[in-house]
């Protein structure tokens, strides 16, 4: 099988730019990723010097600053503490792609991790970024860049514009060490699917033995296809090149209605179907207001004036529609209606919770 493999490569090079136009289908690099090939995150903890006032003066940022300074043989008297106002304590944070080699550089975000009023106009000393292994990866180190604005007056008021305690050094960390990502080491490559589902996974297995031959690539789960590969590098590279460009039929989604209760927004997907079912919608307003009346006395009259409440309550209810549901309505039938009685977010999520309650609705009801 291997060598029936290196066989096709050229091949197949020649059809990596070949693709069949299929309705609604997708390419795999779309679809799916390869396992063992993800990036990798790293974090830091250094000083941002150079502020205009705007820093901070905390136990830590002391003992950081001393340790700095330490480094460059300056030693500090125990019972002094620096009267610094320009440094700030910072956490700084990136992600180490794939394949990324010594030399390379890559983007950090800076964070204050004090009180520091803004990093603003700050540079960034040279600081260490660790993965999860405790090992240094890379040294991240430059001027920031920080979006936001902050002022203070001194009779206390302020204005802070998005936030000017985060910033970020456009390629400010230099990649000191690689991360084996076990590609080549492996007579497989393993796609794993962004959305796992089982029609996919066989869509996708039977895509790759269309072109490749049959048993080239099993469906292990509805997350997995493995697929068998070349050993050498080289070859394994214009491989998956080609076949991360077939294009594969999606599984379609399972029924669902997605209610963000928060902000009101409500998705329906294609496939939610109803069964026969009746729909009420009414509203019922109770106003409530308060009224005082002032009673005075007669002229020369003996007596105190006097305030009394006057309370009155207006019920209201508007007429209810009531609209019927015929076997297999669809999510456009289902709009349309309720678009009909004028029903706000909140009381379509009270009739699609009600109806899903009912069991009229054939999907899932998730609430975020």
């Known amino acids: 099988m291997k060598s029936k493999l290196i066989g096709l490569l050229g091949v197949l090079v020649l059809l990596s730019a070949w693709s069949i136009p299929v309705a609604e289908a997708q390419r795999i690099k779309d679809v799916a990723s390869v396992a063992g090939i993800r990036s990798n995150q790293l974090i830091g903890y250094g000083l941002v010097v150079g502020l205009p006032g705007t820093g901070e003066r905390t136990p830590f940022t002391d003992q950081t ?5 330490g480094n460059f043989g300056i030693n500090l008297p125990d019972n002094q503490r620096p009267q610094i106002n320009n ?26 991790v004090g009180d520091a009023k803004s990093l603003v106009g700050g540079t ?27 002022a203070e007056g001194q009779d206390g008021s302020s204005i802070v514009i998005n936030t000017p305690t985060v910033g970020r050094i456009p390629n400010g960390a230099m990649v000191e060490r690689e991360v084996e990502t076990g590609f080549a080491h492996s007579e497989f490559i393993t796609f794993l699917l962004n959305r796992p589902d089982f029609t ?15 048993g080239s690539a099993v469906p292990v789960d ?33 029924a669902r209605i997605i209610i963000n209760s928060r902000t009101g927004t409500i998705v329906v997907g294609q496939n939610v179907r109803l069964h026969p079912a009746a729909v009420a919608h009414g509203n019922l307003q109770v106003t409530i207001s308060e009224n005082f009346n002032v009673s005075q006395p007669n002229p020369f009259g003996e007596g105190e ?19 019927h549901f015929d076997p297999g309505v669809s999510m456009n039938d289902l709009i349309n209606a309720i678009n009909q009685i004028g029903a706000g977010p909140g009381d ?7 109806l899903k ?12």
């Open 200 to 214: 996919t996974a066989r869509h996708m297995a039977e895509a790759i033995n269309n072109l490749i031959g049959p």
């Open 222 to 254: 509805a997350a997995s296809v493995r697929v068998i590969a070349p050993r050498d590098p080289g070859q394994r590279v214009s491989y998956l090149s080609t076949l991360e460009n077939i294009h594969v039929q999606q599984g379609q989604a399972a």
């Open 305 to 323: 004036t006097v305030v009394t409440p006057d309370s009155g309550i207006e019920v209201r209810q508007e007429n209810a529609r009531m609209f």
């Open 65 to 69: 600053f001393r340790t700095m300074l």
């Open 124 to 150: 960034l000393m040279q600081t260490y970024l660790r993965g999860a292994d405790g090992e240094i990866y890379a040294v991240a180190q430059g001027s920031l860049a920080v979006g936001g604005l902050g």
């Open 348 to 354: 379509i999520i009270a009739v699609l919770e009600a």
């Open 357 to 368: 309650h009912a069991g009229a609705i054939d999907g899932e009801l998730v609430i975020i």
């Open 87 to 112: 440094v700030a304590a910072v956490a700084v944070h990136a992600e180490l792609p794939a394949f990324a080699k010594p030399g390379q550089q890559i983007d950090v975000t800076v964070s204050s």
